[in-house]
């Protein structure tokens, strides 16, 4: 059996969402906090809230408390975990052509 790298299910569900994926990719530009966040989002800020929870549980951001405001930002080793999965795909994707490529020409009969 092959050795895959285990699939970041949690990661791949939060970032599914259009939205969470928008939060994402603007705390991989600079870490924020909800306030500023939610300024720039057509969502409220609770809801900003509650998609980073699911972010942060995913693994994908982390926190850190700055004065009565919390940052967030992109957290390096769930993002990661998910290039290893997604390499994984690219790596079997590239053998199997591998082995296509030098199989020996079939002969007509």
């Known amino acids: 059996m092959a050795n895959h790298q285990p699939i970041p299910a949690d990661g791949l569900a939060a ?3 259009r939205t969470r994926r928008e939060i994402f990719e603007r705390l991989v530009d600079r870490p924020q906090a909800v306030g500023e966040l939610a300024r720039e989002l057509p ?3 609770p ?3 509650q ?3 699911v972010l ?4 994908l951001v ?17 993002l990661e975990a998910m ?3 997604f390499d994984g795909f690219w790596n079997r ?8 490529a030098e199989r020996p020409p079939k002969e007509d009969s």
């Open 15 to 17: 970032l599914a969402d």
């Open 43 to 45: 969502v409220s800020r």
């Open 47 to 49: 809801a900003v809230s």
């Open 51 to 53: 998609h980073l929870k």
């Open 56 to 59: 942060k549980s995913a693994g």
């Open 62 to 78: 982390v926190d850190a408390a700055d004065g009565a405001r919390r940052i967030y930002r992109a957290n390096p080793e769930g």
């Open 83 to 85: 290039r290893a999965y």
């Open 93 to 100: 994707a590239l053998l199997a052509f591998k082995d296509v």
